[in-house]
């Protein structure tokens, strides 16, 4: 079971911190987002150490993933937020090594229900 929380509206330039509290095997750690008639599209994802980390070329150099294991929670921080990143945020665990697959969404094992994150221009 994955609980994400954190969402909400702020402007663009802005900064929100997602959070997701995850139960079971979490190998790998990812967070994926679904603007409103668009596909789910990959963000960022963690390994189980900490020390691999893979972003979406559309959020790199503004959005940090991190996980704390001892509280089994992942974050995204998102800094310099734009319009363009309203969307619904889910968190996603996987009890594997992914290799390859890290980045695709049908990977993964559990899924959150989803935080709205809104950016106004």
């Known amino acids: 079971q994955l609980v994400e929380s954190g969402g909400g509206l702020v402007q663009a330039g802005g900064s929100l911190t997602l959070s997701c509290v995850a139960s079971?095997?979490?190998?790998?750690l990812a967070w994926f987002r679904q603007a409103p008639n668009q596909e789910r599209e990959f963000v960022a994802t963690?390994?189980?150490?900490?020390?691999?980390?893979y972003y979406a070329d559309s959020v790199k150099g503004r959005f940090t993933i991190s996980r704390e294991n001892a509280k089994k929670t992942v974050y995204l921080q998102m800094n310099r937020l734009k319009a363009e990143d309203t969307a619904v945020y889910y968190c996603?665990?996987?009890?594997?090594?992914?290799?390859?697959?890290?980045?695709?969404?049908?990977?993964?094992?559990?899924w959150g229900q989803g935080t709205q994150v809104t950016v106004s221009s």
């Open positions: 963690i390994s189980w150490s900490g020390i691999t980390r």
């Open positions: 996603a665990s996987a009890a594997r090594y992914l290799g390859v697959e890290i980045k695709t969404a049908g990977a993964y094992d559990y």
């Open positions: 079971g095997r979490t190998y790998a």
